[in-house]
């Protein structure tokens, strides 16, 4: 149990079911219906396998059946660690060159595969999906959704925070995998969607028919009308090291530790400042992990700078204008080592800065899953698009788009909805902005009463607080929902807190002077370990750039019932720092580099192709020859001809020949494979048992 997460400030620890499974001969311990991947982790087992190429070793990176890089033999036959679950007696091995044939006797013998006819079908079931098919429910419209994951929701099953934009609208202030129950909610009450998880949809076919493996069966949906709300996959750098076990995307790290309850590591760097990694780093803290660092390679980071200020208040050092430029070890991460960018983001000298990590989160950005799209658009099928697989944005907006789109497929069926509400378009574009501008205010003036003060600074589409207010007393400019939020009148303030403890940002405080002018009572947000903020015991208070203000005891710790796991934490400081009071400090002892590194290996031993190990040595070479068309690049190097069809390499490859100063318009791009997932040739005979099922 020493990898299990046994307790956590937000998420309940359901009870599960034990079972005996046996990994290269030894008999070990696992949760039933998890997937294998997280069992293995649970038991300390970061390596998968090793590569017939160079015998590297593999571990996980996307852990959402993305890539293949965490391939095991699951009861003779090659699967996905991360997509397939664990059963009682599970044999299971690691990865060694190739895998032998099954015997004749599972040999499957061809069946006919009947063809269902439905007239919506909803690839995804994520917070767009979801959306879009509560819309086409409450029509009475026949729809049938697809997942490929065991539960509903799509990532924000894995989000612990509470959510940006408003209470009516998006949920704001409420947790991302409360959202996902919310959603699965008010699906139930519509008989005409049917729902299939554990089910991927593999290709678009040229006679507009969707091929989808339910349960290790194939089946054949012709629909009338196609909606993808497929998400996002991961992004990844270049750099020397970047496919050792423990390098891994922030996804990843979300997924093992939010989802499936596993302490994946003990000390983590992160690659990455957007909100993912921003988010993810809160998450690690959360699950009793160690952040060393965050490193942006922009001058500041890209997401939400609320986010950004609560790390800095729980002793996350935060590098901007860095870059990772090795990760370090044998058989597994060690160490990493990061250096700071001049104006030509390039490496500065003697910038190099090692710390002591066993794992890199990848956080450098997602591109959209849009293949079923493209294919469905080439075979001119009817199809839409909606969440991140149409333009990567905040879940708050996929809903939305969903929404949108799902009335609109259902007037492409001639079903009267009446007019789009016009309202929909314009908040979703609001919910998909960037970030705004940033004005600092000084705290009010009054020292007498009980009143909340607002840290947050920069416009973000939020605004829970002007919701919960029982009196009204806070606004926000514009009556904009992005405005800064401000109070109408500080004696309006009541001192119920609710603006407190909604707060995604935790970034609301409360003071309150009413017992004691010179030393008020300060109400602070607090989301990580109760056992750190005991009554009568000493915490660091920090201000909004996570300076420690001074070491004072905990008066009293409450929370409301509405929002539990947001505790309020009650000190009482000295006047001259109770407004600037914002968090409490977690990791006391800031992790500092323990070394220079000076002579990394070189960039182009970096590897873009996973699948296939190509470095980036190898394709640079190969466009200095002249090469301009990725399938001759394929042909020569590999690259892309791996199991993951090129999900990964493809942008890294691209981003090469950028480098190499060549004009995207030479470039002809590779021509996409008829099946976007990897599938046993069996299941295309119609019948497939799949792992754990010695017949057909």
Not at 286 to 296: M, N, R, S
Not at 503 to 529: A, F, I, K, N
Not at 630 to 637: E, F, G, P, R, Y
């Amino acid at each position: 149990m020493k990898y299990r997460i046994t307790k956590h400030p937000i998420l309940e620890i359901p009870p599960k079911k034990e079972v005996a499974f046996n990994w290269n001969g030894k008999p070990m311990t696992g949760f039933e219906g998890e997937m294998i991947s997280s069992a293995l982790f649970a038991a300390g087992i970061h390596i998968f396998g090793n590569h017939p190429k160079d015998n590297s070793p593999q571990g996980i990176f996307c852990a959402n059946g993305q890539c293949a890089q965490c391939m095991v033999i699951a009861d003779e036959l090659a699967v996905k660690a991360c997509m397939t679950p664990l059963h009682d007696g599970m044999v299971l091995q690691s990865l060694a060159g190739l895998p032998k044939l099954p015997a004749d006797d599972r040999l499957p013998t061809p069946t006919e595969v009947p063809t269902l006819d439905v007239e919506v079908l909803i690839i995804g079931a994520g917070p767009a999906g979801l959306a879009a098919a509560i819309e086409l429910g409450k029509l009475g419209v026949n729809t049938l959704i697809v997942d490929d994951k065991d539960r509903l929701g799509g990532k924000l099953v894995l989000q612990t925070h509470k959510f940006f934009g408003s209470v009516k609208d998006t949920h704001a202030g409420t947790r991302g995998f409360e959202i996902a129950k919310i959603l699965q909610e008010d699906l139930s009450l519509y008989d005409s969607v049917e729902v299939w998880l554990n089910s991927t949809a593999v290709a678009v076919f040229s006679d507009q028919i969707v091929g989808v493996v339910k349960d290790h069966r194939y089946h054949k949906i012709k629909p009338k009308k196609l909606l993808v709300t497929t998400g996002a996959r991961e992004k990844m750098l270049s750099f020397p090291g970047n496919t050792l076990p423990g390098v891994y995307g922030a996804g990843a790290f979300q997924t093992l530790v939010n989802r499936d309850l596993v302490r994946s590591s003990e000390k983590v760097l992160i690659v990455g400042g957007g909100n993912v990694g921003l988010i993810a780093g809160y998450h690690a803290i959360q699950a009793g992990i160690a952040v060393v660092a965050l490193i942006e390679a922009l001058p500041n980071v890209g997401g939400y700078k609320v986010h950004a200020d609560k790390l800095k208040r729980l002793g996350v050092p935060i590098y901007t204008g860095h870059t990772v430029v090795c990760a370090n070890g044998k058989d597994k991460v060690e160490s990493v080592t990061i250096g700071r960018l001049d104006g030509d983001w390039r490496v500065i000298e003697d910038s190099h800065k090692t710390f002591e990590v066993d794992t890199v989160l990848m956080a450098v950005g997602l591109a959209e899953v849009n293949e079923f799209y493209l294919k469905a658009k080439q075979w001119e099928m009817d199809v839409f698009c909606a969440g991140d697989a149409r333009e990567i944005a905040e879940a708050s907006a996929a809903m939305f788009t969903g929404k949108i789109e799902g009335l609109k497929i259902a007037q492409s069926l001639g079903i009267e909805t009446g007019k789009i509400p016009k309202e929909w378009d314009e908040k979703a574009t609001i919910l998909k902005s960037k970030p705004g501008r940033e004005a600092r205010h000084k705290p009010p003036a009054k020292e007498d009463g009980v009143f909340p003060i607002c840290h947050c600074y920069q416009e973000v589409p939020c605004n829970p607080c002007t919701s919960v207010c029982p009196v009204g007393a806070i606004k926000t400019e514009g009556d904009k929902i992005t405005g800064l939020p401000y109070m109408v009148d500080l004696d309006l303030c009541t001192g119920c807190a609710s603006c407190v403890a909604v707060c995604p940002g935790l970034s609301v405080t409360m003071v309150d002077y009413r017992q004691d002018r010179q030393h008020p009572l300060v109400t602070l947000p607090y989301e990580v370990w109760r056992d750190q903020v005991r009554e009568g015991q000493k915490v660091p208070v920090t201000d909004i750039d996570g300076a420690v203000l001074g070491y004072f005891a905990v008066e009293t710790v409450k929370s409301r019932k509405k929002y539990p796991g947001t505790l309020l934490v009650q000190v009482r400081l000295d006047k001259a720092v109770a407004k600037v009071a914002v968090g409490i400090w977690v990791q006391e002892k800031q992790i500092e580099p323990f070394t220079i590194y000076e002579k990394e290996p070189p960039p182009d031993d970096a590897i873009v192709c996973r699948c296939e190990r190509v470095t980036a040595g190898e394709i640079r070479a190969a466009i200095c020859d002249g090469i301009r068309d990725l399938n001759q690049l394929k042909a020569l190097t590999r690259a892309g001809m791996g199991a993951c069809g090129s999900k990964t390499c493809r942008p890294m490859i691209w981003r090469i020949f950028k480098e190499e100063g060549i004009d995207f318009a030479e470039v002809t791009d590779r021509v996409d494979r008829p099946l976007f997932v990897e599938v046993p040739i069996g299941v295309f005979a119609g019948s497939y048992g799949g792992s754990g099922i010695k017949k057909f």
